[in-house]
């Protein structure tokens, strides 16, 4: 019975790892095609359930293991995933887009 669960485990988190590197692969290729201006039109309205801090966490760790071996995966297509991914669930979330720079380290950002 313990290996069948481990099994079925195992199924859930590949599919679950399946579907977050096919989104943040879908949503690069957007962001590349149409920008983000255009793309945040199509994504799905926030709910108003605060996610879990274990659901975050296992968010976190599946786009970590994504950004590994999917080239082009910065932060930007990384955050738009994980917002779609909460929000069709009906959980609270936004995406936040931080820029700074000066003359020593030049420009940055991060989402």
Known sequence: MIRLRSAKARLVDTANL??????VFAVTLALRTV???RLQTWL?????EPPGAWRMRRLSRQMERVARWMPGSTCLP???AGYVLLAARGFECRI?????GDAAT??????
């Open 96 to 100: 936040r887009i931080g820029v700074a």
């Open 44 to 48: 799905p309205r926030s709910g108003t």
């Open 78 to 80: 990384q955050a738009v």
């Open 18 to 23: 399946t579907v977050t590197a096919l989104l």
């Open 35 to 37: 920008g983000y201006r």
């Open 106 to 111: 030049g420009f940055r950002a991060h989402a």
